[in-house]
């Protein structure tokens, strides 16, 4: 499932002409396949209103909570892996980064913590991660399963991760977050996690 995150997709519009209806249509795919996108724009020439299709599509989107200024190494704290990563599935993307030159953040719901970052966070980090080619400049893609067993708090990988994140380079941003069951039902997000 992650085997293409090493290979960064390329900064560009993406303009398909589409049908929702049928079952050909590569939109879904097109969303799916890229981890760090926030936002889908559709246009719908000559439409007053929604097609019943659409809008149950529209309808079902869920909520999402704008978390501002929150710290990477905070999703390794104890009680957010239970509360949000273990039950449930989370949806985290840092927001207004640019994934060409910011250091980007995307907790999937997989509970994969994928970060994509420059060169020098990356070696600052000293955590293992794959070489990126993004352009010119050099990118580094760190995947860390926070569902891991290996991974469990108070062991020496987490206890190595957790001390990267939170001393060597604290990683802060502002994410966009969602949460949903395994049924797709919204959970919300408790006010405990939000700061």
């Given amino acids: 499932m992650f085997a293409n995150l090493e290979k960064c997709p390329r900064h560009l519009v993406v303009c398909e002409k589409s049908n929702f209806t049928n079952d050909k249509s590569r939109h879904g795919t097109h969303v799916a396949g890229h981890y760090f996108n926030y936002k889908v724009s559709i246009l719908i020439p000559e439409c007053g209103s929604l097609p019943s299709a659409l809008q149950s599509i529209v309808n079902g989107f869920t909520k999402y909570y704008l978390v501002r200024d929150f710290p990477v190494f905070e999703m390794l704290e104890e009680e957010f892996l239970e509360r949000h990563v273990k039950k449930g599935s989370l949806y985290a993307l840092s927001y207004r980064t640019r994934i060409d030159q910011d250091n980007t953040i995307a907790l999937l719901p997989t509970g994969t913590l994928v970060l994509s970052v420059d060169k020098d966070t ?74």
């Fill in 122 to 195: 990356y070696e600052a980090l000293g955590l293992e991660g794959q070489k990126s080619q993004y352009n010119h400049k050099m990118r580094y893609v760190i995947c860390i399963d926070l569902t891991d067993k290996s991974l469990a708090p108070g062991s020496k990988k987490y206890k190595r991760v957790l001390w990267a994140l939170k001393e060597k380079v604290q990683l802060r941003s502002d994410f966009l977050m969602a949460k949903h069951d395994n049924a797709g039902k919204d959970l919300g997000l408790s006010a405990g996690c939000v700061s």
